[in-house]
Structure formats: structure tokens, C-alpha cells
Nanobody, 115 residues
Framework: VQLQASGGGLVQAGGSLRLSCAAS????????MAWYRQVRGKQRELVGN???????NYADSVKGRFTISRDNAKRTVYLQMSSLKPDDTAVYYC??????????WGQGTQVTVSS
């Protein structure tokens, strides 16, 4: 299993950014995928997830601003982030939960929102 995240960077408050996570080694279309984020020194927190049927759920802190989608043909899950705030600054990780008894993680991509 490999999860390759990309798309992080520096953006001004109020701006937008899209993260991508390409998966390999799994039957992508039947698996729920998730995005987490972590600020240094703090616990990793769930941003949201998307089921195999493309039903998405979000943390209250990002609801209405972030959108998770997936393209099964490309084996890729996306995190579209809009109206970004400095508090959104974190390392973002894609996650494949509970696959073969384990959670799988991408390498993380840094998102920095300047005020």
C-alpha cells in the first residue's frame, strides 16, 4: 500500500488550495479514505473522510470550507480547501483506515496559511 500526497504550500488567509492523494496497492474504489492534519506538538485530528459511495463527513472546524472528493479511475482522493485561515496551518495526511487490520498513512504535506 502506498499513499502519495501532494499539493501543499503557502497561501494567504482567505485563499484556496487543493491537496491530492494517489493510492496504489489497494482496491481503491471500495475503501473509505480520510484526511487528517497535525500541528506540531498537538494530536493529529480528523479533517474528514469519504466513503466508497462518495459520502463525505467533516470536522466542525472545516465544515462549509473544505470538500473531500474522489476519482476512482485515478485512484485519487482530493481535499479542496477554501476560505483558509491561519488556524488551518498544519501538516496534512491522507489516510486509509482499517485496511488489513492497520491504518495506512501518506507522507504528509505542509499547508501554511499566512495572515
Amino acid at each position: 500500500v502506498q499513499l502519495q500526497a501532494s499539493g501543499g504550500g503557502l497561501v494567504q488567509a482567505g485563499g484556496s488550495l487543493r491537496l491530492s492523494c494517489a493510492a496504489s496497492g489497494i482496491n481503491f474504489s471500495i475503501n473509505t479514505m480520510a484526511w487528517y492534519r497535525q500541528v506540531r506538538g498537538k494530536q493529529r485530528e480528523l479533517v474528514g473522510n469519504i466513503t466508497s459511495r462518495s459520502s463525505a463527513n467533516y470536522a466542525d472546524s472545516v465544515k462549509g470550507r473544505f470538500t473531500i472528493s474522489r476519482d476512482n479511475a485515478k485512484r485519487t482522493v482530493y481535499l479542496q480547501m477554501s476560505s483558509l485561515k491561519p488556524d488551518d496551518t498544519a501538516v496534512y495526511y491522507c489516510n486509509l483506515p482499517n485496511y488489513r487490520g492497520s491504518d495506512w498513512w501518506g507522507q504528509g504535506t505542509q499547508v501554511t496559511v499566512s495572515s
